[in-house]
């Protein structure tokens, strides 16, 4: 069964500091990898995608990807309060166009 | 924009009762997902759609019914409600889904009494 692991948390980190989340999957034939943030109560919202082995960055977010080890991560530089929030990894499945989603880890940035 | 809009927001049933959760998207997006999630858990696909006319099913369908007419149009049919159906529904749509974002609408909270 393909799957989408991550720790479910809660990770807590100082305001201004790095947070890193981490995400494994188990299907090498994932394609592409997203990071979404749930706030309480509320729908995901897309904080970025990745489907190259590396680093990419986005203003305070950086997703790394590493298809070898088969793991996809998220930093989070300068944390601020209003990054509190469950945060959903998910790989893209291309035979059947369907995302495979984690469980989420909820980070809590205290101030 | 509206993006995708959902409703209801809220709905109690009884069990044994039946409804559908309607999902529209102005966005010309071929495909679309209805997903259930639990507390504390990731999202789980219950169908999904690549197109008008075209439904499949994704990892959770039973007790569930879909139907893809149009291309803004997405419900989810629940057939004899059950307390295993008490979850947060969300309906999203996309582009191209393995490199483009995912919309998701404002998610309906259903329980079933």
């Known amino acids: 069964q393909k799957e989408v692991e991550q720790n479910s948390g809660p990770l807590s980190v100082p305001e201004g500091a790095i947070a890193s989340l981490n995400c494994t999957y188990s299907d090498r034939g994932s394609q592409s990898f997203f990071w979404y943030r749930q706030y309480s109560g509320k729908s995901p919202e897309l904080i970025m995608f990745i489907y190259s082995n590396g680093d990419k960055e986005d203003g305070r977010f950086t997703a790394q990807l590493n298809k070898a080890s088969q793991y996809v991560s998220l930093l989070i530089r300068d944390s601020q309060p209003s990054d509190s929030a469950t945060y959903l990894c998910?790989?893209?499945?291309?035979?059947?166009?369907?995302?495979?989603w984690g469980a989420g880890t909820k980070l809590i940035i205290k101030p | 924009n509206a993006g995708v809009t959902q409703t209801p927001k809220f709905r109690i049933l009884k069990i044994g009762q039946s409804m559908t959760l309607q999902c529209t998207q102005d966005?010309?997006?071929?495909?679309m997902y209805w997903y259930r999630q639990d507390p504390g858990m990731g999202l789980k696909l219950i169908y999904y759609s690549v197109g008008a006319g075209i439904t499949d099913k994704g990892e959770v369908p039973n007790g569930y019914n879909v139907s893809r007419s149009t291309t803004e149009d997405f419900p989810l049919r629940l057939e004899l409600a059950a307390p295993s159906q008490t979850s947060v529904y969300f309906c999203a749509s996309s582009y191209l889904p393995g490199s483009t974002e995912a919309f998701f609408g404002q998610g309906t909270r259903l329980t079933v009494v």
């Open positions: 998910a790989g893209f499945m291309d035979s059947n166009y369907q995302l495979i």
């Open positions: 966005m010309n997006h071929n495909y």
